[in-house]
């Protein structure tokens, strides 16, 4: 074991009260094959330092730091794309004539819908503008480019359908065998979207495109999600998945109450800020519109005494969530539906008919979208082209981001005072999110200012982009160095190739690798993020005093971050509180009060939209991606009590009629977690090969060499020495003591320091002289 060459000396207590007067003369050298990093270059190997008596020592440029591994890399693993060829099967010979029929059928029911959506409007079917639904749709609303796309897809979908009723085709064949139809063959060729062509640029486009030059959509905005299994829509092509082996699947309301509960069982070595970085890590990766009308209002599927809607008055694109009528919870209140509008889908960039694909209308890569915005016009609204800065509201002298007065998309004083506008549209969500949003704000300004002293000749333009470059850098650092050790453990993140270097460049881009999100990510594993949160936010004081709010009055209603001192209680709560575990016990503030609105003791249920979602997108269940993640199948309840605890299995069975039908979330959720994981086998593989595309399929990823125009090795290892918590120090109001993992609770590892400690090092943006 590599810990057994450990030499220990000094405990790191002694080195904490006093540890920016200690002198260089203590230097203390580590034994090989140990070599001396900053904390922050150590974080992979966290849990084996804890487990033993820290030795400090300096490095070579005077930090102090920790005896550390070298890392070693083992061979990355991502899915390779196999060619779509290679998938379908033989091109079936149909005539002309029923293709340009299916399309033309198309047509018309695209031209239906619009008929369907006048009438409803006609008769007041829309959203009530203060409901918990319309807080869900702010999350979830498409841009005004979004839609076009979208209809192409819905086009590709009818006539799928019209040619699988024509042929008889059964709904197995019917999404697969009829990929093999090129659009373009077809009177649909409008519906096949145009690729870019690429110019070698220095920097990401905004959108993604190009990012990947032999096929210059990948990764990029409004293009489909990717699928580790076929999809098991009902009907094959888009139906939502309702039973499986012909029987109905158990109402996900009966699943989330039989299986989840609220208790408390917090993850005692971790933060709250884990939560919180996963789901700002998660806006950057992906956002999944729903459908609106043509005219942009969003979609209503429950009566407002909380009923579902009648077949005649639903929009086709609703799929409401039934309640039971004993639900212990909604129940009482007479609450039958919880609103849900379909995901919109977005043509496969093959252009093939056959089943839908749902659609990412963010750029699919880590580049900090969620900052800049994911195109060219949004990206425009958010800048100042002065000094290469962001724009920025100024509220008592301090940098916030824009704020927009006419949208009414908060609650509470915020919606009087304005919402805060960033580069994703969820960043009112809650105010531990809007706090890192802001903190990236400022850190943007703060590096483009620092760059142009340095190089007072550098354009607006330049100063922005080589601060964008530098901010989607330090989203991947912080992401894979810090984040991603802490979730899926070391062992995982070496097997898929996650570890970041200490030195030098990686070589792993591959251009056959697929960066987009997949399906199982978005919809199911990566969800697993909403077990890590706490029901309530906890604010720390400059003195230490602890106030606590409950999340369900927090939802979109960030005003509180406006007032002095609040901005850094909040970031100091989440460095200081523990988050929930990763297991079936879920908050009740998202389990019954999501987007709670004010003087209402119910809200929505994440858990259950979150099966929900899983259906509406045809994912298959647990036990095919066991198969998929290289696990043996189970083959009955028995099975998986090798897998989770007894009393899980029991629940499970009381609900599902098979282990064929267990939904992926559910089972993910549950199962027992690999060793030094927060996660169990199934999310843990789908999430570790979700983050090895992101790595070696995209071109700009910061440790990538022989690109043209990688990052200097300088300025590399400058990158290296970024943390969440140099961000928080540098960029927070007046914080003035921060463990140097933030994510990780303070510990004789990991102690309390002062900001300003060589413990927490910073980068020097002079390997940026240019
Ligand atoms: C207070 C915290 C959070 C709230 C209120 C929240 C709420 C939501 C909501 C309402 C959705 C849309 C559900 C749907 O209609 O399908 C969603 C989606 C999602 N959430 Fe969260 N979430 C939170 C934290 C997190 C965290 C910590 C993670 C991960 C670590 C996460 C990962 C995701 C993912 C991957 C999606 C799917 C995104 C998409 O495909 O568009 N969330 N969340
Ligand atoms: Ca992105």
């Known amino acids: 074991m590599w810990w057994a060459f450990l030499v220990l000396s000094h405990a790191i207590q002694a080195l904490t009260p006093s540890d920016n007067s200690i002198s260089l003369l203590t230097y203390n050298a580590c034994e090989k094959p140990l070599v001396c990093k900053s904390a922050i270059q150590c974080s992979i190997w966290y849990n084996e330092l804890q487990a033993l008596p820290p030795k400090p020592c300096f490095n070579s440029e005077g930090y102090v730091g920790l005896c550390c591994p070298d890392v070693a890399h083992i061979k990355p693993t991502a899915l390779k794309e196999t060619g779509v060829e290679e998938l379908l099967p033989p091109v079936q010979s149909l005539s002309p004539i029923l293709l340009e029929l299916a399309a033309r059928a198309a047509r018309s029911d695209l031209n239906y819908l619009t008929i369907i959506e006048e009438i409803l409007g006609r008769n007041d079917m829309v959203m009530h503008e203060n409901s918990m639904a319309r807080t869900h749709s702010i999350s979830l609303a498409p841009f005004e480019t979004t839609r076009s796309q979208s209809q192409k897809a819905l086009l590709v979908v009818s006539?799928?359908?019209?040619?699988?009723?024509?042929?008889?085709?059964?709904?197995?064949?019917?999404?697969?065998?009829?990929?093999?139809?090129?659009?373009?063959l077809s009177f649909l060729d409008d519906t096949c979207p145009l690729l870019p062509t690429c110019l070698r640029q220095k920097y990401r486009s905004f959108d993604g495109t190009c990012n990947n030059l032999r096929r210059p959509s990948w990764g990029s905005a409004l293009t489909s999600l990717d699928r580790l299994a076929p999809p098991e829509y009902d009907d094959g092509i888009w139906d939502p998945k309702i039973r499986k082996s012909s029987k109905e699947l158990p109402n996900v309301r009966l699943v989330r109450t039989t299986v989840v509960t609220d208790d408390n069982h917090p993850a005692v070595d971790m933060t709250h800020m884990l939560m919180q970085w996963g789901q700002f890590v998660d806006h950057d990766?992906?956002?999944?519109?729903?459908?609106?009308?043509?005219?942009?209002?969003?979609?209503?599927?429950?009566?407002?005494?909380?009923?579902?809607?009648?077949?005649?008055?639903?929009h086709p694109h609703c799929f409401p969530i039934d309640i039971p009528a004993n639900d212990p919870f909604y129940g009482p209140r007479g609450i039958r539906c919880l609103n849900f509008v379909r995901s919109m889908i977005t043509p496969r960039t093959e252009c093939r008919m056959g089943y839908a694909d749902q659609m990412n209308q963010l750029t699919h890569f880590i580049d900090a979208s969620h900052v800049y915005g994911p195109s060219p016009v949004i990206a425009a609204n958010l800048r100042q082209f002065v000094g290469g800065l962001l724009k920025t509201s100024v509220i008592e002298g301090r940098q916030y981001p824009l704020?927009?007065?006419?949208?009414?998309?908060?609650?509470?004083?915020?919606?009087?005072?304005?919402?805060?506008?960033?580069?994703?549209?969820?960043?009112?969500?809650?105010?531990?999110?809007?706090?890192?949003?802001?903190?990236?704000?400022?850190?943007?300004n703060y590096i483009a200012t620092a760059l142009s002293v340095i190089n007072p000749h550098w354009s607006d333009e330049i100063l922005y982009q080589e601060t964008r470059r530098i901010i989607g850098a330090l989203m991947q650092h912080i992401t894979y160095n810090e984040f991603l050790p802490a979730i899926l453990g070391r062992q995982t993140m070496e097997i898929y190739g996650l570890t970041p270097q200490s030195t030098g460049y990686s070589s792993s881009y591959d251009e056959n690798v697929n960066p987009s999100i997949t399906n199982e990510f978005a919809a199911a594993a990566f969800r697993m993020g909403h077990s890590l949160i706490q029901g309530s936010i906890n604010l720390v004081e400059e003195d230490g005093k602890v106030r606590v709010e409950l999340m369900r009055n927090w939802f979109n209603n960030p005003h509180l971050l406006r007032q002095s001192g609040q901005l850094d209680a909040v970031l100091r709560g989440m460095i200081d509180q523990w988050?929930?575990?990763?297991?079936?016990?879920?908050?009740?503030?998202?389990?019954?009060?999501?987007?709670?609105?004010p003087k209402r003791d119910f809200g929505l249920d994440l858990i259950s939209i979150n099966l929900w979602r899983g259906r509406d997108h045809g994912?298959?269940?647990?036990?095919?991606?066991?198969?998929?993640?290289?696990?043996?199948?189970?083959?009955?309840?028995?099975?998986?009590?090798?897998?989770?605890d007894r009393s899980v299995v029991n629940r499970l069975a009381s609900?599902?009629?098979?282990?064929?039908?267990?939904?992926?979330?559910?089972?993910?959720?549950?199962?027992?977690?690999?060793?030094?994981s927060m996660l169990g086998p199934v999310?843990?593989?789908?999430?570790?090969?979700?983050?090895?595309?992101?790595?070696?399929?995209?071109?700009?990823?910061?440790?990538?060499?022989?690109?043209?125009?990688?990052?200097?090795?300088?300025?590399?290892?400058?990158?290296?020495?970024?943390?969440?918590?140099?961000?928080?120090?540098?960029?927070?109001?007046?914080?003035?003591?921060?463990?140097?993992?933030?994510?990780?609770?303070?510990?004789?590892?990991?102690?309390r320091v002062n900001c300003k400690s060589p413990i927490i090092p910073r980068m020097n943006l002079a390997a940026w002289t240019g």
């Open 159 to 184: 006539a799928t359908r019209r040619l699988q009723e024509k042929l008889a085709l059964s709904p197995e064949r019917a999404g697969f065998a009829l990929q093999a139809i090129d659009t373009r």
């Open 285 to 314: 990766m992906v956002q999944v519109p729903v459908f609106q009308t043509a005219n942009q209002s969003n979609i209503e599927c429950c009566t407002p005494e909380g009923g579902i809607l009648s077949p005649e008055l639903r």
């Open 403 to 444: 704020q927009d007065f006419q949208g009414k998309n908060c609650v509470g004083p915020t919606r009087d005072t304005g919402c805060f506008v960033a580069g994703d549209t969820r960043v009112n969500q809650i105010m531990t999110l809007t706090s890192l949003h802001i903190i990236f704000l400022r850190q943007h």
């Open 579 to 597: 988050p929930q575990n990763m297991d079936e016990w879920v908050s009740e503030d998202l389990t019954n009060h999501l987007f709670q609105r």
């Open 619 to 644: 994912l298959p269940g647990y036990n095919t991606y066991r198969q998929v993640c290289g696990l043996p199948p189970v083959t009955s309840f028995q099975d998986l009590l090798t897998i989770m």
């Open 655 to 676: 609900v599902y009629r098979s282990v064929d039908d267990i939904d992926l979330y559910i089972g993910g959720l549950v199962e027992h977690h690999l060793p030094g």
């Open 683 to 751: 999310f843990s593989c789908i999430i570790a090969e979700q983050f090895a595309r992101s790595k070696e399929g995209d071109r700009f990823f910061y440790e990538h060499g022989g690109q043209p125009y990688s990052f200097t090795p300088a300025q590399l290892q400058e990158i290296r020495k970024i943390s969440l918590a140099a961000i928080i120090c540098d960029n927070a109001d007046n914080i003035v003591k921060v463990q140097p993992l933030v994510f990780r609770h303070p510990s004789p590892t990991n102690p």
